[in-house]
Nanobody, 126 residues
């Protein structure tokens, strides 16, 4: 059974930092591309970042580019999202997602992902 478990969310002041983690089990992690999405109250889920199987290719939404960094440790089966210079508009539930992929695959559409975590809340106060 595939499980994705996010952690690291919390309350932070504007300008602060958080590091989210997503631990995967029940799959061969190195065969999966990973993504981060978020959903704010009253809004649709939106793409944040994605990373390919090896971690050599990453992709970011324009709204977070330069402030967030995605990385992965295939030996630990974990993907990370380092969040710096946080803004109140970053407040949302953050989800990680996984999809089996070829070596170079990287995906930004939620419908392309097969597995999802339960989410972790990030709240940025002004």
């Amino acid at each position: 059974q595939v499980q994705l478990v996010e952690s690291g969310g919390g309350l932070v002041q504007a300008g602060g930092s958080l590091r989210l983690s997503c631990a995967a089990s029940g799959l061969r992690f190195s065969n999966y591309a990973m993504g981060w999405f978020r959903q704010a109250p009253g809004k649709e889920r939106e793409f944040v970042s994605a990373i390919n199987r090896s971690g050599g290719t990453t992709y970011y939404a324009d709204s977070v580019n330069g402030r967030l960094t995605v990385s992965r440790d295939n030996a630990k089966g974990t993907v990370y999202l380092q969040m710096n210079s946080l803004k109140p508009e970053d407040t949302a539930v953050y989800y990680c997602a996984a999809v089996w992929s070829t070596e170079w695959g990287i995906y930004r559409l939620s419908r392309e992902y097969n597995y999802w975590g339960q989410g972790t809340q990030v709240t940025v106060s002004s």
